[in-house]
């Protein structure tokens, strides 16, 4: 039995008789009863009986006719989902970070977003943070943040903002009262990193790395809460993005310290896959995340 079987039963209970399903289906008086008979053949048993001149359906006719309804329901939602897909109203946009800091400003902006596109779902898929680049390569996700680039002509990478990051050090630290530190003033000291390799930390990347200085002591700690607790303990120092140390300076003894005369400066992307066909959702999502960061966040 096919497809138009089933909206030809459908129609003619609906409608209540042939005449009405032929003007609903556009469908020739001949035309209906050759699809009719040809249904009833298939299953070898009547769909309709003719009571009092009217359509009854037959048991048999009653179950098609449920299976009709489920069916149909079915593949209108299924057509309905595809073409909001095509048109970019209905989608998911996976995303990842190289640095759990950035899920501290994410998940609020995804949720402004959602409010503008609830039919699009935003997902972070943590377990590919720290190797974002790679996975977006491999498709396992579609937007990664990342302030380290790679040269690869399969990555399309777009400025999102730019911000400082500063040593997070306790208020009884020999740095405390420094204006800026530089690369020499590490050699003594207990580096807390958020994880290895070192190539990935920017403090090393663009600080110790370039004057050949290593820390007297490197920990690698993933939890941000941990280091923090370490640094107020005076048990170390530790690297972080100014805007995400700031709510922490407030109540607890822990000082901000420069990177450098000027300042470490950090810039931070959006790389997609290039050569790619994205739907009209998720151009928008990227443009509205450069906004709301940008202006919004204010994030320096």
Known sequence: MEIRH?????????EGSITKAIDKLYLTQSALSHQLKEAEYQLGTPIFLRMNKKLVLTKAGEKIY?????????????????????????????ISTECFSSYHWLPSVMKQFHLLYPNVELKIVAEATHIPLQKLLENAIDIAIISDQINDNNIKYMELFQDEVVMAVSENHAWANKKYVVAEDFIDQ?????SLP???????????APAKV?????????????????????????????????????NNPIKAIKIGKNGLKRKHFIAIRDNQEYPAYFHHFITFLQTEINFQWNIQ
């Open 6 to 14: 089933l909206r030809l039963i459908k129609a003619i209970v609906e």
């Open 66 to 94: 449920a299976l009709a309804n489920e069916i149909l329901d079915k593949l209108s939602q299924t057509e309905t989902q595809i073409k909001q897909m095509v048109f970019g109203e209905y989608g998911e946009i996976r």
């Open 190 to 194: 207990h580096l807390l990193i958020h």
């Open 198 to 208: 070192m190539e990935t930390v920017t403090i090393h990347q663009f600080i110790l």
């Open 214 to 250: 290593t820390p007297k002591k490197i920990t690698a700690l993933p939890l941000t809460e941990a280091s923090l607790e370490m640094v107020k303990a005076d048990m170390g120092v530790m690297s972080m993005a100014k805007w995400a140390l700031m709510p922490h300076l407030k």
